[in-house]
């Protein structure tokens, strides 16, 4: 109950003025907010009864999104002549007051906008505030015209890689963002349902081998963000042949112990074990009726904590060991803390009724 208690605070602590959620803010890198984790982060909230606090972070990025409307649009409109320049796009990451971020991190990313969609309708369910749909409704809209022109786009994934290819992840999140939104806009309602439909057999036709997903269109590598596709995109079911053999997989090549990694080929910080995609997997088992190895899993997260926090990964189990100081040269001990990581322990231990 007090590393719950930590994990809010922590949250509340490190949530900038403006409403953003500031991703890590004891790495340079990290200092800024995402559409995908803050979304992530104020799901956790809500689940957590902090509604206040995730209404900030979805005002912020209605903020953001009006901030870059004339960049959207311009977006739309090259996304649709086929005149696709990828530095045209809207970035990923921005500063607490919504300012760009430049760098050599790939910044055309498709998968925050959606997931900001799902959040947002998660909060209003959850938090009864059924006005801030109308309050957010051209922010809303016009992300929906951006997913819906540029989703066949190669862009990068949710690790910032990947930007030549398709990612059924990237994809699922548009599709559950576009599918939250279909009651709240009954006279887009029939417009919607049908993209969603359309992204839908677009992954199982183009996302899929050997009877599991895949990590992107061309690469039948197995990568743990693919549970989200069930949970919480709702793209298919936890129970779907698909999502259960794509857990086989998970289990098989990127489990070690309870720690999970994110795919086998990585080698960021020697590709250690993400906390939060272990949070993941055990949300993945309570939905599936595997309590006990859920209640583990929140062990291991939480025998992780640091006292700083929780950490992004940790290195019991490295995949590319050779690699781990080279990138602590180049950028110091890896994320501590990591909001992230934080908020999918309190996710899980809501679904446990721990909290």
Not at 42 to 69: L, P, Q
Not at 289 to 317: C, D, N, T, Y
Request: net charge negative; charged share 20%.
């Amino acid at each position: 109950m007090t590393l719950i208690g930590e994990s809010v605070q922590l949250i509340l602590q490190h949530q900038a003025s403006t409403g953003a959620y500031m991703a890590s803010p004891g790495f340079a890198n990290y200092q800024y907010a995402w559409l995908r984790d803050g979304t992530f982060t104020a799901y956790a909230m809500n689940r957590t009864g902090e509604h206040e606090s995730a209404r900030k972070f979805y005002r912020w990025c209605d903020f953001v999104i009006r901030k870059h409307e004339a960049k959207a649009r311009a977006a739309i409109a090259a996304a649709k002549t086929g005149d696709a320049d990828k530095n045209h796009f809207l970035h990923t990451r921005f500063t607490a007051e919504g300012e760009e971020v430049a760098g050599e991190w790939g910044s055309f990313q498709l998968d925050g906008y959606g997931t900001w969609l799902w959040g947002l309708a998660e909060h209003v369910r959850m938090s009864g505030e059924h006005d801030l749909i109308q309050q957010l409704k051209p922010s809303i809209e016009l992300t929906i015209d951006y997913v819906a022109a540029c989703w066949q786009l190669p862009n990068f994934d949710c690790w910032e890689e990947g930007g030549d290819r398709i990612h059924p992840v990237t994809l699922g999140a548009i599709c559950g963002g576009i599918k939250a939104m279909e009651s709240f806009l009954p006279e887009r309602a029939f417009e919607l349902a049908r993209l969603a439909e359309t992204i839908r057999q677009f992954i199982r036709e183009h996302g899929t081998a050997d009877g599991r997903f895949i990590k992107s269109v061309g690469d039948q590598a197995v990568d743990a963000s693919l549970l989200w596709l069930a949970l919480p995109y709702g793209v298919v079911a936890v129970d779907d042949p698909l999502m259960q053999k794509t857990v086989q997989a998970i289990e098989t090549e990127l489990r070690a112990g309870y720690g999970v990694h994110r795919y086998a080929a990585d080698t960021y910080y020697g590709g250690g074990q993400w906390l939060l995609l272990t949070a993941w997997l055990g949300w993945y088992y309570v939905r599936t009726g595997r309590w006990e190895e859920a209640e583990k899993m929140l062990g291991w997260i939480a025998s992780q904590h640091q006292p700083g926090g929780f950490p992004e990964q940790v290195q019991e189990h490295l995949l590319s060991p050779g690699h781990y100081g080279l990138w602590v040269a180049k950028e110091g001990k890896p994320a501590l803390p990591l909001l992230w990581s934080h908020a999918m322990f309190l996710v899980l231990a809501a679904e446990l009724g721990v909290c």
